[in-house]
């Protein structure tokens, strides 16, 4: 098992562009989630999905989308890229609400 | 809204017990206790989980107070790959899920 997976691991970007950072898991998990960390903090969660077809918000989801149109893969969007956005972004699965996560190796995203 | 408390740093020497606390005094009754740990900015590990009782697995223990206020994870017999990011985290359930709140956790360092 490759676990989860996160592509790129590194990204710049100008202030108002777009793109998506890709999370991929083969443990046939139902829960994923997104979190942004920022420098000295803990994680924040930005999206999570129950399942394929089901997302819901986090508690910092503006200026992100999701979608989660497999159990596999859960990527998600940044529209307007502004540098508030800069961080470190980790992808996340489990099986079940009462399983433990297991966490990807983060995305590190630069917004100049 | 960060619920639980941590000391921002720790030195411990190495092949002895590390002693980690964290405050989470406004915990509700069904609320976990987990404990993870980040090294060098990797993803998040897991290492440990309660509810009331004290908990041992092949890492660590964990120790919740009676009150649930508090709780100690105990590494029992650091190493020098110990050294990381520890962050006390409260699951708190939201919409079909339930969600981690991280704190800014305790940076453990472990002495030779």
């Known amino acids: 098992n490759a676990g989860v997976t996160q592509t790129p691991k590194f990204r710049i970007l100008k202030i108002g562009q777009s793109m998506t950072l890709q999370c991929a898991q083969d443990?046939?998990?139902?829960?994923m989630y997104w979190y942004r960390q920022d420098p000295g903090m803990g994680l924040k969660l930005i999206y999570y999905?129950?399942?394929?077809?089901?997302?819901d918000k986090g508690e910092v989801p503006n200026g992100y989308n999701v979608s989660r149109s497999t159990t596999e893969d859960f990527p998600l969007r940044l529209e307007l890229a502004a540098p508030s956005q800069t961080s470190v972004y980790f992808c996340?699965?489990?099986?079940?609400?009462?399983?433990?996560?297991?966490f990807g190796p983060g995305t590190r995203l630069t917004v100049t | 809204d960060a619920k639980t408390t941590q000391p921002p740093s720790m030195d411990c020497a190495e092949g002895r017990a590390a002693n980690l606390p964290c405050n989470h005094s406004?915990?509700?009754?069904?609320?976990?206790v987990y404990w993870y740990r980040q090294i060098h900015s990797q993803g998040p590990q897991y290492i440990i989980h309660?509810?009331?009782n004290n908990e041992t697995n092949e890492m660590a223990s964990l120790i919740i107070t009676e009150d649930r206020k508090s709780s100690t994870l105990i590494l029992p017999h650091a190493t020098l790959r110990d050294t990381a990011v520890y962050y006390c985290?409260?699951?708190?359930?939201?919409?079909?899920?339930?969600?981690?709140?991280f704190g800014t956790g305790t940076r453990l360092k472990v002495l030779a």
């Open positions: 443990m046939n998990h139902n829960y």
């Open positions: 309660g509810l009331k």
């Open positions: 999905s129950v399942g394929a077809g089901i997302t």
């Open positions: 985290i409260v699951r708190v359930p939201t919409s079909g899920t339930y969600k981690y709140i």
């Open positions: 996340a699965s489990s099986y079940s609400t009462s399983h433990e996560q297991y």
């Open positions: 406004t915990i509700s009754g069904n609320e976990y």
